[in-house]
């Protein structure tokens, strides 16, 4: 099955660029994910990909999620969660 590709302007890109930004800003982060592919592709600055999610610890109102990139860097995302929606994420690299 072959795949519909458009091809966009620069000023086109750019826009769809911003309207993530403001999206974000704006609170609308269902708005902002939607700009994303599903097949999107998450790269560090080192230009390894997120490669695995190790595990999940329920802490009540935190998740806290563990990972790792391609190489050693392992991180910690912690989810604040209330009434069945994600309120913040703050991202911690670890040692």
Known sequence: ???L???LSPKEAAHVVREYYDSLSQGRVVDALNL???DATLTDEAGK???AL???EDRGR???ALYHTGGARRYRGVFSVDRGR???LRVERLA
């Open 5 to 7: 590709v458009t091809q």
């Open 86 to 88: 994600i309120r913040a």
């Open 54 to 56: 190790d595990r999940l």
């Open 36 to 38: 994303f592919s599903t």
């Open 49 to 51: 990909e997120s490669r």
């Open 62 to 64: 935190e998740v806290l």
């Open 1 to 3: 099955m072959c795949a």
